[in-house]
């Protein structure tokens, strides 16, 4: 398994601040992922972070709104940028780790973010 | 486009009841299907994992299927708890793709002592 502590597990923001959602993991992996959960929306894949490279990120998401840092193989941040009230959502990091023959996930504890 | 439906959205039973949590995916060419846990405030939990070239896997009271040519796949809970009280996510993981996972909106299950 792996341990993930993310932070902060919640905050509370104003419109057109940022924040800064730090997720660290036990042991070091190639690749870590970042989520975002919306109100009544199913789980939708922001961007893969590579240590050592850009972030790859996924359709409708673009690196000047989320911008992410990948520093070491332990250790990543998502920025939420120039927030909005559509930005209210839980975002996740998640890692992958081989177990046996194949991958799992495994999930930080989410960071559940308000804009007002 | 591969799409994850979950029935039912919500679930309530009694303490004690075996259930069954549905997932439908409209794409059969998938590398595996996974179904999580999320509680609030604590992020997700994997609880089993199929690769689709298998038909089911089991841990505990947990029994998970895959019918991978009809897309489904069930959750089976037997003798609930209020523990088990949870939201229950299906994802599958298309065949070529290793990495992206299309989620399905989950089942709310609420299990009453």
């Known amino acids: 398994s792996a341990v993930i502590s993310q932070k902060p597990s919640r905050d509370i923001c104003q419109r057109g601040t940022s924040l800064t959602i730090q997720c660290q993991v036990d042991?070091?992996?190639?690749?870590m992922f970042w989520y975002r959960q919306q109100p009544g929306q199913s789980l939708t894949l922001i961007a893969t972070a590579n240590q050592g490279s850009e972030a790859t990120y996924e359709s409708g998401f673009v690196i000047d709104k989320f911008p992410i840092s990948r520093p070491n193989l332990t250790f990543s941040t998502l920025t939420v940028s120039n927030m909005s009230p559509e930005d209210s959502s839980i975002y996740l990091c998640?890692?992958?780790?081989?177990?046996?023959?194949?991958?799992?996930?495994?999930f930080g504890s989410g960071t559940q973010l308000s804009v007002l | 486009k591969q799409e994850v439906t979950q029935i039912p959205a919500a679930l309530s039973v009694p303490e004690g009841e075996n259930l069954v949590l549905n997932c439908s995916f409209t794409?059969?060419?998938?590398?595996?299907l996974q179904w999580f846990r999320q509680d609030p405030g604590k992020g997700l939990t994997s609880l089993l994992l199929i690769q689709s070239s298998q038909r089911e896997q089991t841990s505990g009271r947990l029994n998970a299927s895959l019918d991978k040519s009809s897309g489904r796949s069930t959750l089976y809970i037997a003798a609930s708890q209020p523990g088990d009280s949870a939201t229950y996510l299906c994802?599958?993981?298309?065949?070529?793709?290793?990495?992206?996972?299309?989620w399905g909106l989950g089942t709310s299950l609420a299990v009453n002592p």
């Open positions: 994802a599958v993981t298309n065949a070529g793709n290793n990495r992206k996972l299309i």
């Open positions: 794409d059969s060419a998938i590398y595996n």
């Open positions: 998640s890692v992958a780790r081989e177990q046996g023959r194949y991958e799992k996930l495994f």
């Open positions: 042991s070091q992996v190639t690749m």
